[in-house]
């Protein structure tokens, strides 16, 4: 009985050791975080909300994935400046057909605005759109080089019009890596929209841009951050290819100050006028017998020569034989006067009269 009451006690002095250590190991282990990375490198629960409730587009990422992707705000306001200055290109033929449509881009106030050579071949008249509901009547090319795919035209503006254009980035190309965005016309769909690209490679006039963009990109101006234009897209598809700023820039300069806007039909109608008709006389009433000649035997035959101006009217009658009787020459040339001639560039002609009493 003496042994097993220590005994009992020691059992009960185990249990309450072991208690103890259990709550102190427990107390120690609570304030581990739930949020800290784990040793596999998990990310906190804070970071994957952000992430996922907030994405940001990488200039980098491909046309593909951007397709998919909601814009981010500084993407929303780049787009929403630049968009009023692209434009819708319509040209249309000698017979009022629609030839095709392209984008370009106003780049002053006074409605001067960039397209590629291409978008205007063969065209006689054009009208311009924008996306708030603006058509502009295009009065002609200032300028246009097949080699280069450019062109510039003079929109009609309206005076006191507010219109929107871009700048041209004055600075060196944006070197290989730099990202940029195309910016179509809105009336071109959803083929319009803003595309974040990466500039591939550059030369001193050309830039490749990484991605592929819709056929109706061409002439669409390819921006910067700042919305300064640093290239106009001359090629679409699976790669893109764009004139750069220098390029367009040395284009522009090469527009004379007082060239006037024409279509290629409108010039080669003033080089080459239209060819006149053979000139002919289309009125001649014969001369009247001069009272108090009429004596028989009078007779009298003169030859006369008649200047007529481009209306047909005689400016000049010029006796080159005459009659021989000064009554006969005076009636010739009051009635030879009146003749008339079918318009011309300006005429002579020598006529002989001849008087004869019966």
């Avoid at 106030?109 to 291409?118: C, I, L, M, Y």
């Avoid at 035209?153 to 195309?182: C, I, M, Y």
């Avoid at 006369?304 to 000064?326: E, I, M």
Wanted: hydrophobic fraction near 40%; charged fraction near 15%.
């Amino acid at each position: 009985m003496t042994l097993r009451l220590p005994l009992l006690r020691c059992t009960w002095l185990a249990f309450f050791l072991a208690l103890a250590c259990e709550k102190r190991s427990t107390a120690q282990t609570a304030p581990e975080s739930p949020g800290r990375l784990s040793r596999g490198g998990a990310t906190t629960p804070a970071t994957t909300v952000r992430q996922s409730s907030n994405p940001l587009p990488s200039t980098n990422a491909s046309p593909g994935a951007e397709a998919g992707r909601t814009p981010s705000s500084d993407l929303a306001n780049l787009e929403s400046r630049v968009r009023p200055a692209v434009i819708w290109v319509t040209v249309f033929d000698s017979k009022g057909n629609l030839l095709r449509t392209a984008s370009g881009f106003f780049i002053s106030a006074d409605g001067r605005f960039v397209t590629t050579a291409h978008a205007i071949e063969g065209g006689v008249n054009a009208v311009a759109k924008t996306a708030d509901g603006g058509i502009y009547d295009v009065s002609g090319i200032l300028r246009a080089s097949k080699e280069l795919d450019l062109a510039v035209l003079q929109a009609e503006v309206k005076p006191r019009r507010l219109l929107r254009f871009l700048d041209l980035n004055k600075n060196d190309n944006p070197p290989v890596g730099v990202g940029v965005v195309v910016i179509g016309s809105a009336l071109a769909g959803n083929e319009g929209n803003a595309r974040q690209m990466t500039i591939a490679a550059q030369a001193s006039n050309r830039l490749e841009i990484t991605g592929a963009t819709p056929g109706s990109s061409v002439g669409s101006p390819v921006v910067t951050e700042n919305g300064e234009v640093v290239g106009v897209v001359t090629a679409a598809g699976e790669k893109t290819t764009a004139h750069s700023a220098a390029a367009l820039e040395s284009f522009l300069s090469r527009v004379p100050t007082d060239v006037r806007p024409r279509w290629p039909a409108t010039a080669e109608a003033t080089a080459t006028p239209a060819s006149t008709p053979k000139p002919r006389i289309v009125y001649a009433p014969a001369p009247a017998f001069p009272p108090g000649a009429s004596l028989p035997g009078a007779t009298g035959t003169g030859r006369y020569r008649l200047t007529f101006d481009p209306n047909g009217n005689v400016t000049n009658v010029q006796v080159v034989k005459s009659t021989g009787n000064p009554y006969f020459d005076q009636a010739a040339i009051k009635t030879l006067r009146t003749w008339k001639s079918a318009p011309s560039h300006g005429w002579e002609a020598t006529v002989p009269v001849t008087f004869q009493t019966r």
